[in-house]
């Protein structure tokens, strides 16, 4: 297992920026595949994006792609969402997962550990 602790959630307004830090410790960060989600209260947990355990390969959500950048840096065990453009139907609580995989995955139950969260407030 893997522990991950999520940090740089805030509040903002429309169009503003926010970086995520998720830091991971436990295990060998870098046999992981990544993930981060989200969810607005009343919600069910959205995809945001995804890498590979080499960060070679991403996926984006469609409501997503173009304005976030997930990243990661093994040497340091830590995953990154930079989000960009942000908009108020970003706000939600941001979660980054890990699964025990190399591949990319885009569900949930794909995931097998996850941080504690981190909210993100897009005012208007």
């Known amino acids: 297992q893997v522990q991950l602790v999520e940090s740089g959630g805030g509040l903002v307004q429309a169009g503003g920026s926010l970086r995520l830090s998720c830091a991971a410790s436990?295990?060998?960060?870098?046999?992981?595949?990544m993930g981060w989600f989200r969810q607005a209260p009343g919600k069910e947990r959205e995809f945001v994006a995804a890498?590979?355990?080499?960060?070679?390969?991403?996926d984006y959500a469609d409501s997503v792609k173009g304005r976030f950048t997930i990243s990661r840096d093994n040497a340091k065990s830590t995953l990154y969402l930079q989000m960009n453009s942000l908009k108020p139907v970003d706000t939600a609580v941001y979660y980054c997962?890990?699964?025990?995989?190399?591949?990319?995955?885009?569900?949930?139950?794909?995931?097998?550990?996850w941080g504690q969260g981190t909210q993100v407030t897009v005012s208007s």
């Open positions: 997962a890990a699964r025990s995989g190399m591949l990319v995955a885009t569900r949930p139950k794909d995931f097998t550990s």
């Open positions: 890498i590979s355990w080499s960060g070679g390969s991403t």
């Open positions: 436990g295990r060998t960060f870098s046999s992981y595949a």
